[in-house]
T-cell receptor
Framework: DAGVTQSPTHLIKTRGQQVTLRCSPK?????VSWYQQALGQGPQFIFQ???????QRGNFPDRFSGHQFPNYSSELNVNALLLGDSALYLC?????????????FGPGTRLTVL | QKEVEQNSGPLSVPEGAIASLNCTYS??????FFWYRQYSGKSPELIMS????GDKEDGRFTAQLNKASQYVSLLIRDSQPSDSATYLC??????????FGTGTKLQVIP
């Protein structure tokens, strides 16, 4: 049973650049959520995708955008990178029909902005 | 008021003792409650989920939920050094975003 996978593991970018992070959900899951976790903080919700549409969005600027593909995998794009975007980016998946709403996390992508 | 509040710790307990981790939440419409464990530099790992008032036990872990008091806790019995990690409380309403606390750092002293 394949778990949630993310790529790349680590990424170093400079201010102003753009980045794309990728996520494949756990087998059988159809919903993907993205979180940003700064050092010493809990994960902060960025947005959630279901049926290839953004369903929920947290308090993040439009520089953060995403996409979900027909195979349920997802991308997170961040434009015009700022130093403050340095964080661990987590992808979590769940099955929309599961009333428990239990999310399972991938290993994360560590983004460093210089 | 934060949506989900946890004491950041560190909470230090001796090996073999009971560790008690607490969490309060502000949204009375919350329906699902989760405890995740996160080792340094790693992603959160689900430990327990609870949906109704009362206790739920799984091995050495017991989650307790009191919706009237908007309070959820996690007890770890027979604490081991390998339990040393940050424990994240997470709260959800159906089909809504999951909101996390900042986490409590637990240190189990051998």
């Amino acid at each position: 049973d394949a778990g949630v996978t993310q790529s790349p593991t680590h990424l170093i970018k400079t201010r102003g650049q753009q980045v794309t992070l990728r996520c494949s959900p756990k087998s059988g899951h159809d919903t993907v959520s993205w979180y940003q976790q700064a050092l010493g903080q809990g994960p902060q919700f960025i947005f959630q995708y279901y049926e290839e549409e953004e369903r929920q969005r947290g308090n993040f600027p439009d520089r953060f955008s995403g996409h979900q593909f027909p195979n349920y995998s997802s991308e997170l794009n961040v434009n015009a990178l700022l130093l403050g975007d340095s964080a661990l980016y987590l992808c979590a998946s769940n099955l929309r029909a599961d009333p428990t709403d239990t999310q399972y996390f991938g290993p994360g992508t560590r983004l460093t902005v210089l | 008021q934060k949506e989900v509040e946890q004491n950041s710790g560190p909470l230090s307990v001796p090996e073999g003792a009971i560790a008690s981790l607490n969490c309060t939440y502000s949204d009375r419409g919350s329906q699902s409650f989760f405890w995740y464990r996160q080792y340094s530099g790693k992603s959160p790992e689900l430990i327990m989920s609870i949906y109704s008032n009362g206790d739920k036990e799984d091995g050495r872990f017991t989650a307790q939920l009191n919706k009237a008091s908007q309070y959820v806790s996690l007890l770890i019995r027979d604490s081991q050094p390998s339990d040393s990690a940050t424990y994240l409380c997470a709260v959800n309403k159906s089909y809504q975003k999951v909101t996390f606390g900042t986490g409590t750092k637990l240190q189990v002293i051998p």
